[in-house]
């Protein structure tokens, strides 16, 4: 399978909006970062093309929910714990995120280098 047919695979099951370029920007939605965790989880077949941008909305939903103070602390040590799990699988995600300047319109920054110590 090429990207276009995972992605619309993924977007199909997670019902969101196929987009090729930056799918896990566009689709974030800081209402739903638990459920795509849990997707996540629960999908270990997905195709490792899947789980980089899967991953990736998952940061990028995360970012939208501390942007709008909507994180409870809770989740903030569950998503922690979440990054730890596959900080290897994909470090070059965490690298790309923590290489953005910390600041009001990436907060993720400073969670990310928080795992990152």
Known sequence: MNLSD???SLSSKLNLIFESQDWGIINADSNRFEEFLLFYENNPDLHITQ????FELII???NEALIEDTVEFKKLDDFKRFLLKYKDVHNELIEYWTSLNASDEFPIVRVLCDINK
């Open 6 to 8: 995972l992605l619309h």
């Open 51 to 54: 789980k980089y941008h899967l």
């Open 60 to 62: 990028a939903s995360y």
